[in-house]
């Protein structure tokens, strides 16, 4: 015959409550810029990179659309890059038949791995484009350091551009035969992307746009 005793009682409840209601203590979220360190002229232009996500995503919405809201005034105006028929014809033919594709989600991964080479460009490149850092690590090897296993990238720089600008210019892609950056934006197997801004007091701005397939 069991014995009921209180004492045993009251020492299971507390443990309860201990268990139950004791505060969980994490260590805070690591921030993956902390380690990088820009040059004192540079800074993040993270409204800018907001502004693209979201102007990306209006273009794949609806291209045709993007093309004679955005990309049409563009060409009539005088801050445009210099471009020829060949390329302004190709865009209209290509955009104006481009079916509505689904929005890029913004991805953590991606925006990280645009930021080590934007940052790495700026540092330690003179601000020139290039898909390999300093260090030799290419394009493939730093998708793979992040976890991507397929995907692109766009690399773009300029003085005093606007979103709108830089979409319009990757869009055009004049003086690139395969029309690679165009073609990154409105391939329907990308799914993800990550975009850093970085930009010095002159108003010189790069831009690193991250490409991934994972939905």
Known sequence: MQVFS???????????FVLIFSPVWTRPAQ???????????????????????????????????????VVEPYLRQEGAIHVTAKYVNSLRKEILHCPSLPPFRSDDRLRHTAFLLASDIVNHQQGRLSHTMSNGMDFAARF??????????????????TPEEVLADWLIDEGVPDFGHRHNLLNPQYRSTGIVVLRNKAGQIWVVEDFGCEP
């Open 6 to 16: 209180i004492r045993k009682f009251v020492e299971a409840l507390s443990l309860f």
């Open 31 to 69: 921030n993956p810029y902390s380690s990088v360190i820009l040059a004192k002229d540079i800074s993040r232009d993270e409204a800018m990179e907001q502004a693209l996500l979201d102007l990306v995503n209006q273009l794949r919405a609806d291209p045709s659309r993007f093309y004679r809201q």
């Open 144 to 161: 793979r350091q992040a976890g991507i296993g397929c995907g692109a990238e766009n690399l773009y720089t300029g003085l005093n551009r």
